[in-house]
């Protein structure tokens, strides 16, 4: 009896990797998240059982220990428990604490890497991350902080650093970072992209610099690009067009919100 901790990719299901669609054409029991395209579901046998554990706005949510009970349920009753993930399982996808927990209880683990949004929603947009002369090297950090965890990141040393930045879920913080990183010393004009829905048909791309973030209305899921590397567009991931194009030009208008630690 094994669970499986995978990767489900940055959205499109032609980005799953091969191990990937394998698992879940064995799979016993599916505990998948929300943000999971639903033509992954197509790939599981009709007898397994699906369990929903994502968390929705507005909507109940799924305690981390309520999920890490069903893991060890199913992952003990079962021999093929797929536990699915968007992105990557450990790129803040709490996969190593569900991994220690299964662990613990005596069930074996294997990890299936996927391909995580914070290179491929860059692609997606036509943003290598690295690229010389522009940036030898690029840092991803979430917005998203645990209460319960009183080390905050160094946003004035983010500022500082001179190479890509990429924030994971950040969509509603979008005027924080864009404080943060300015009074941390990053110059207003900074290249900024953000890319909402990556690799979906409904994919957008909102390009502005970093003063224009803070006015900027972003929806979620969104990944949003800092530095030179930003203003970039050349081979990208092919995803179906949306109905009014994909790439808009933010403007300084909109409410600031949110504030970071």
Not at 140 to 162: E, F, I, M, S
Request: proline share 6%; net charge negative; hydrophobic share 45%.
């Amino acid at each position: 009896m094994t669970v499986y901790l995978v990767g489900a990719g940055p959205g499109d299901p032609d980005l799953l990797t091969l191990r990937a669609a394998k698992l879940l054409q064995r799979a016993d029991v599916l505990v998948h998240d929300r943000l999971i395209d639903e033509h992954l579901f197509d790939l599981v046998a009709p007898w397994a059982e699906l369990v929903d554990v994502g968390k929705r706005p507005g909507g109940p949510i799924s305690a981390q220990d309520s999920i890490n009970a069903v893991l060890v349920d199913r992952g003990s009753r079962y021999d093929t428990v797929v536990r699915l993930k968007g992105g990557d399982p450990y790129v803040f996808g709490r996969g190593g604490e569900e991994a220690e927990v299964l662990i613990d209880a005596g069930i074996d683990v294997e990890v299936v890497p996927g391909i995580t949004s914070a290179i491929a929603a860059p692609a997606a947009a036509g943003i290598p991350v690295t690229m010389r002369h522009e940036s030898s090297g690029f840092t991803v950090v979430t917005a998203h902080q645990d209460p319960a965890n009183d080390r905050t990141l160094d946003w004035d040393a983010l500022a500082r650093l001179g190479t890509t930045l990429v924030v994971l879920m950040g969509a509603s913080r979008a005027a924080a970072i864009s404080e943060r990183l300015r009074s941390g010393g990053m110059a207003p004009g900074t290249p900024v992209a953000v890319i909402c829905g990556a690799t979906h048909a409904d994919q957008e791309v909102l390009r502005t610099d970093l003063a224009g973030l803070a006015e900027l209305p972003v929806r979620s899921p969104a990944t949003i690009v800092v530095g030179d590397v930003a203003r970039r567009q050349v081979a990208a991931i092919r995803v179906a067009a949306s109905a009014d194009g994909v790439t808009r030009t933010g403007a300084r208008t909109g409410a600031r919100q949110g504030a970071l630690p």
